[in-house]
């Protein structure tokens, strides 16, 4: 099973402030990566998959880089519906390996 | 636009059984490959398992293997996920997710569906 690990466990940005958030996988996963976010009491929400490519309705603010064993998340400039928790998963050869989800990272009000 | 309906909340004993039933509107289910995630309280996700459209094959994740078993009922467009001898630590949200492209990242959630199990 490939393990992803997310950091920082919390984030604390100020709103218009940029965020960096990094997911890192156990071995390669190629650009087999999606990010999404989630609000307390809501399902989660896809941002980002293919390691870079904006999901539909995505503001351009999120924008998502990395291949292999490095990924990162960047908010260009937080608005206060940004404050969430976000979780980076690899589908990557599936299904002869399982998905995998991240632990997250919260991105609090600072 | 894929919809997706999930059954109501449910309060199990520990050893017992819960079946969670997802309704697809707006696609047919045969156009999907459907999967469970699942959340605990504060926690982070799980992917608990998912139907594999190349070989027609449910593949679950190791975790919940001998335990869980996800159907499907085209005639209603309606995925089910049960999950036996329920224990404390399965209390948690569980979601239906798909994706209409063969790559499994998930672009439709259902609302989830919060099992509690307590004795």
């Known amino acids: 099973e490939i393990v992803m690990t997310q950091s920082p466990a919390t984030l604390s940005v100020s709103p218009g402030e940029r965020a960096t958030l990094s997911c890192r996988a156990s071995?390669?996963?190629?650009?087999?990566l999606a990010w999404y976010q989630q609000k307390p009491g809501q399902a989660p929400r896809l941002l980002i998959y293919?390691?870079?490519t904006r999901a539909t309705g995505i503001p351009a603010r999120f924008s998502g880089s990395g291949s292999g064993t490095e990924f990162t998340l960047t908010i260009s400039s937080l608005q206060s519906e940004d404050f969430a928790v976000y979780y980076c998963?690899?589908?990557?050869?599936?299904?002869?390996?399982?998905?995998?989800f991240g632990g997250g990272t919260k991105v609090e009000i600072k | 636009q894929v919809q997706l309906v999930q059954s109501g909340a449910e309060v199990k004993k520990p050893g017992a059984s819960v079946k969670v039933s997802c309704k697809v509107s707006?696609?047919?289910?045969?156009?999907?490959?459907m999967h469970w995630v699942r959340q605990a309280p504060g926690k982070g996700l799980e992917w608990m398992g998912g139907?594999?459209?190349?070989?027609?094959?449910?593949i679950y994740a190791q975790k919940f293997q001998g335990r869980v078993t996800m159907t499907e009922d085209t005639s209603t467009d309606t995925a089910y996920m049960e999950l036996s001898s329920l224990r404390s630590e399965d209390t948690a949200v569980y979601y239906c997710?798909?994706?209409?492209?063969?790559?499994?990242?998930?672009?439709?959630w259902g609302q989830g569906t919060l099992v509690t199990v307590s004795s």
């Open positions: 997710a798909t994706s209409l492209t063969t790559a499994i990242y998930f672009d439709y």
């Open positions: 707006g696609y047919t289910l045969t156009e999907l490959s």
């Open positions: 139907f594999d459209p190349e070989d027609g094959e449910t």
């Open positions: 071995q390669s996963v190629s650009s087999n």
């Open positions: 293919g390691a870079s």
């Open positions: 998963q690899q589908y990557n050869n599936w299904p002869f390996l399982a998905l995998t």
